[in-house]
């Protein structure tokens, strides 16, 4: 049986972090959750996701906060969660090490395209790291 790819989804919102995990988890992923910026880092450590869906604005620690810290020590990919208003948050992001963003609203197809880029990108530099 395959393995089914884990996804950590940091958000402040529970309506979006439920739509989430909904929908991704119809689309073959497990995932998991995490309500603000300390827990997604527990989330990390505990279940060390092949991916995560990071908000930029989320209480306790935000999203830049947070892809700091796992730069630190992690290459694991991480796509960005951004408001309209949020949009030059986005340079900090991706200086810090982020693959990826996507703006809220977002069309669930889109995030899932990116997803599977990301792994498939993962994967391959994973098999050419191990060979």
Known sequence: MERRPCLLVADDEKEIRNFLKRALESGGYNVVLAPNGR?????YQEHKPDLIILDIMMPELS?????SILRQNSNVPVIMLTGKSE???????LGLGADDFVQKPFHMRELVSRIKAKLRRTARDDSVLSE
Request: no cysteine; glycine share 6%.
């Open 39 to 43: 827990e997604a880092l527990a989330m």
């Open 63 to 67: 999203g830049l906060e947070v892809l």
């Open 87 to 93: 949009v030059t948050a986005l340079d900090t992001a």
